[in-house]
Each structure stands twice: as C-alpha cells, then as structure tokens.
C-alpha cells in the first residue's frame, strides 16, 4: 500500500506538469483536468462493472495484483524514453494523460479489490488487523511522506517531469517486486486456510 501510494503520486504530479505546459491559461488548465478526471471517473465505473471482477475470476489475484504496476511502469517508461531521447512534448503529454487516467481508474479497481481479497484467507483477527492498519496508519502515512517528498523533489531540487518518471521507475519495480511478493504469499495462506476448513 504504501509503495502503490507512493506511486500514484509521483506519476500524478508528473501529468500535473505536463498538463500545465500545455493549458498555461488556469482556465483551460482547469476544464482539461475536470474533463480527464471524469474520463477517468467514468472508466472506473465501467471497469468496476464490467471487467474487474470477470478479469480476476479469469486470471486469478495474482495477475489482479501485479496487471496495475506493470501497466503503469510499462506506459511511465515510454514516457521518460520519450523525454529523453525523442523530447517529442506532445507524445509527453499524451503519454502521461494515458498513465494517469489509467492508473486512477486501474489503482480504483484491479488494485484495491486485489488488495481486498489478499486478505481474505487471513483468520478474522487478523484480516481486521491488517484493513485497519494499512487504512488508518500506512495508507495515510504513505500519503503524508509522498506531499513531503513531492515538496521535496519539485520545489528544493526542482526535479522536471522527466526526473519524476525516472524515479517513479524506480518505485515502480519495488511495487511490481511487493505484488509478486504478495500474490506469491497469497497462494501458501490460503492453502492454509482450506485446511483448516
């Protein structure tokens, strides 16, 4: 959770940037991010609908959970390629519309109900335990320290866009490895838990 969180918004911050180069107008700036946030709203409602629940009844937890990471880096390293080596701006752009719109709507579904049935093999201690603390203490934590950094990067070291993505790489990879990890522990709890009926 608190890598994910991490993750969200250092990719957020970077669609910020670029959504600023291109709407320098605050009027425009702020109908572009209205319109792409209910873009997103809607394609989060669509997916929890339609596709989430018959993607992992198909695929099982284990892609549910790692699909969102690996989406996301895959489309956030296209981005800093392109930054790099093509400096095209408005593939930028494009590219980081696609990351954020779906990050926000795969991150609403594919890796919060993932999430939510990782848990559910746990006794019910312990399943309480774990919503509890990683909603009340990691998740607000995470959020907390991810305004400090971002404060951090972009005002005191002036990171740009480009910078931002080749960190968020580096996030990324950690939040592929915790999936892995998760989906892999997933497996040997709930084996335990149908042996115990």
Known sequence: AFIWIMAYFIGDNIYYIETAKQYADADQLASILGLLSAVAGLLTLISGLFFTGPFINRYGVKVGVRVTPVIIVVLIGAFAFTGTFLHNPLLMFALAIIARTVNTFMSETFEVTSLRILIQPLPIEQRVRVSAISDGIVEPLAIGTAGLMI?????????????????????GAGWIVATTGLARRYQGVLAQALERR
């Open 151 to 171: 404060v951090l990067l972009l005002d005191v070291l002036k990171l740009t866009s480009v910078q931002l993505a080749d960190l968020f790489l580096l996030v």
